[in-house]
């Protein structure tokens, strides 16, 4: 099977784990304090209306944002209640926990609020600091470069700072580890920790370069629309975040595209180089719970397309 032909599946780093996504399901694994591995597993739910819309160029980035925000905030809830927690005293843990269904809604709803509070914060404080270098740089166009600049140095001191906290620097050995597997299935190598070591982990569909195309899709768009007076500009500034939001995941989706074609593989080389701070190389035992993970939901996944019914693991 070609890489053309091989479906696609998306990660997401968790703590002590890694979540992949695919057709049908995803699948979390998760190493637990006692060296052991746990999943957790949550049906693809279908919505026939968001089925529509991701067909839609620049409108099925936005769908697929709030997609991957609702379904990544369940299973980082997930890993953040476990990870630390005696296998023994999940039972304790369980009846602790409220039904289902009102635990997934609510961190979903967090999940989504939360990754549109730091957008509104990321566009909103460089406004308030080019505004202050205004009697310097006074025109429309300096104004919208240098409030990028200061969105970009914004996004990179962020990243880099809480990248020094032991507990991000590992989720972020586990973000590594997520590419390095993907890589792997894409090169049509074998998933053996050695193999997957020797991948790079860097990717060209990761969310961290999506974050970072906003900001240079933000700098064209920006210079649409004027920067004065302050309120028309904020103003402006939140009514096109899923504008921006929409063209950056189509120039992610070029830039996968392209990724081995000579000379234009290199539009894509920003991101690769944002996620030198959101990921790290991780050691053999991450490797490994992110290839059991994804051992799982192909497992699964192939089970659906032939029909057959698996139990959920919790």
Not at 14 to 36: C, L, Q
């Amino acid at each position: 099977m070609s890489n053309s032909q091989k479906p696609v599946y998306g990660g997401q780093a968790v703590v002590e784990g890694v979540m992949f996504g695919g057709k049908h399901h995803y699948v979390t694994a998760i190493r637990r304090n006692d060296r052991s591995v746990d999943y957790f597993h949550v049906p693809r739910k279908t919505n026939s209306a968001f089925t529509v819309l991701k067909k839609i160029p620049f409108i099925r980035g936005i769908i697929s944002i709030i997609e991957a925000s609702a379904n990544g905030s369940k299973h980082l809830n997930f890993s953040t209640e476990r990870f630390d927690v005696d296998p023994k005293d999940d039972e304790t843990l369980k009846e602790k926990e409220v039904p289902k269904l009102s635990v997934y809604l609510g961190v979903a709803v967090i999940g989504v609020l939360s990754f549109l509070f730091g957008k509104f914060a990321l566009t909103l404080i460089p406004i308030f600091l080019a505004v202050l270098t205004k009697p310097i740089f006074p025109t429309d166009f300096a104004q919208v470069l240098v409030e990028g600049f200061f969105k970009l140095i914004l996004l990179l001191s962020y990243i880099y700072f809480v990248s020094l906290t032991p507990l991000i620097k590992r989720v972020f050995q586990y973000h590594g580890a997520e590419h390095k597997v993907i890589n792997t299935f894409e090169a049509g190598v074998e998933l053996t920790v050695e193999n997957v070591q020797a991948h790079s982990r860097l990717h060209y569909r990761c969310g961290s370069s999506f974050i970072l195309f906003t900001v240079v899709v933000g700098v064209f768009v920006y210079m649409l629309v004027p920067t004065s007076p302050l309120w028309l500009r904020i103003v402006d500034r939140l009514l096109l975040i899923p504008v921006v939001l929409g063209i950056a995941f189509e120039v992610l989706q070029v830039t996968n595209k392209l990724r081995n074609v000579p000379v234009l593989k290199y539009l894509g080389l920003p991101g690769l180089w944002l996620q030198l701070l959101t990921t790290k190389e991780p050691n053999n035992d991450q490797v490994e719970v992110a290839i059991l993970s994804f051992n799982e939901l192909l497992r699964r996944e192939q089970e659906t397309e032939f029909g057959i019914e698996s139990e959920e693991i919790v």
